[in-house]
Antibody, heavy 122, light 107 residues
């Protein structure tokens, strides 16, 4: 079945870096734009970034622009986010989510992973 | 950035009740509005796209309406599995933004 599975979360000190991965299966990964969405403990959902299906375009939330970089390796069916200069306010569950339309972008999220927790704390 | 608001922030309802949640955008977003359901400790689930189109596999008791700035999610007859938090999300432009959520719990 179609699924995406995040990994790479953990506890990291402020100012340090972390890279999250999202492995996709059961879908033609290279045909879909992919997103990262996060949720701080007890809070609502916050969109983080999107990358086009072919990697040609990337967009970020203002809160992470210049610190986070989204990327993908279509040969490995894997999405990444490199998170630098981490802050306490980046503490959240990070979800990988598939854009709902093939070979396009609808900016809607139809498949979600289970999430990976990132805690930024000294 | 487009701000999304939802009302109410929470509501208590009984099984079988008709429930309506409102979402408002800070500017016109046409029909670029999606709805998600999230249960505690779980990932969100995609319910409705383009304001009123039901995602495959979603029960028909869920419906959406609206355009421009004002939208609604309606559950025609609340079922035990529908107790959850519901989020609207605009897909008009980036940065994509969500409403703060509406928690539906048991009366």
């Amino acid at each position: 079945q179609v699924q995406v599975v995040e990994s790479g979360g953990g506890v990291v000190q402020p100012g340090r870096s972390l890279r999250l991965s999202c492995a996709a299966s059961g879908l033609t990964f290279s045909n879909y734009a992919m997103h990262w969405v996060r949720q701080a403990p007890g809070k609502g959902l916050e969109w983080v970034a999107v990358i086009w299906y072919d990697g040609s375009s990337k967009y970020y939330a203002d809160s992470v622009k210049g610190r986070f970089t989204i990327s993908r390796d279509n040969s490995k069916n894997t999405l990444y986010v490199q998170m630098n200069s981490l802050r306490a306010e980046d503490t959240a569950v990070y979800y990988c989510a598939r854009d709902s339309q093939e070979m396009s972008t609808t900016y809607a999220f139809d498949i979600w992973g289970q999430g990976t927790m990132v805690t930024v704390s000294s | 950035d487009i701000q999304m608001t939802q009302s109410p922030s929470s509501l208590s309802a009984s099984v079988g009740d008709r429930v309506t949640i409102t979402c408002r955008a800070s500017q016109s977003i046409s029909s670029y509005l999606n709805w998600y359901q999230q249960k505690p400790g779980k990932a969100p689930k995609f319910l409705i796209y383009a304001a009123s189109s039901l995602q495959s596999g979603v029960p028909s008791r869920f419906s959406g309406s609206g355009s421009g700035t004002d939208f609604t999610l309606t559950i025609s007859s609340l079922q035990p599995e529908d107790f959850a938090t519901y989020y609207c999300q605009q897909s008009y432009n980036t940065p994509l933004t969500f409403g703060p959520g509406t928690k539906v719990d048991i009366k």
